[in-house]
């Protein structure tokens, strides 16, 4: 029951769910009082960017032999999706969440960015992290 439980939080705060959860978060929360048509392009552009996209660029990876798995047994395995999500996280940083207009945002994603990148530097080193 336990190991259901860990398993069951493992996937539900999966990194590819907690950009979107957090910006679904951040809007359901907000005082501020946004236009819904805004809330719903941010929505779907994160959807897009940070769910979809590194999900169809895992089994393109998987197809040309790049991943073996899911879970990138090796460091080697998480070198380029830690690239290619810090790409997609930067670009998001650029076009989608404006540091002047939402602002807290812009700091997650930044968090975001830092840990891919000190995710990514790790993995460079030789060092499995998570």
């Excluded at 398993?7 to 501020?32: C, D, E, N």
């Excluded at 940070?50 to 073996?68: A, E, S």
């Excluded at 975001?112 to 000190?118: D, G, V």
């Amino acid at each position: 029951m336990k190991n259901f439980i860990l398993k069951s939080f493992s996937y539900i705060f999966h990194p590819v769910f907690m950009p979107l959860l957090g910006v679904a978060f951040y809007f359901s929360k907000s005082p501020r009082d946004i236009p819904i048509e805004i809330i719903w392009a941010k929505l779907v552009s994160t959807s897009i960017l940070t769910f979809l996209l590194p999900i169809l660029l895992y089994f393109l990876l998987k197809n040309i032999g790049r991943v073996q798995s899911i879970f990138l047994k090796t460091t080697q395995e998480r070198i380029i999706p830690l690239l290619i999500n810090s790409i997609i996280v930067f670009l998001m940083l650029r076009k989608v969440f404006s540091a002047y207009e939402f602002v807290e945002l812009y700091g997650f994603f930044t968090g975001i960015l830092i840990s891919n990148l000190a995710c990514l530097i790790l993995a460079l080193l030789k060092f499995k992290a998570s």
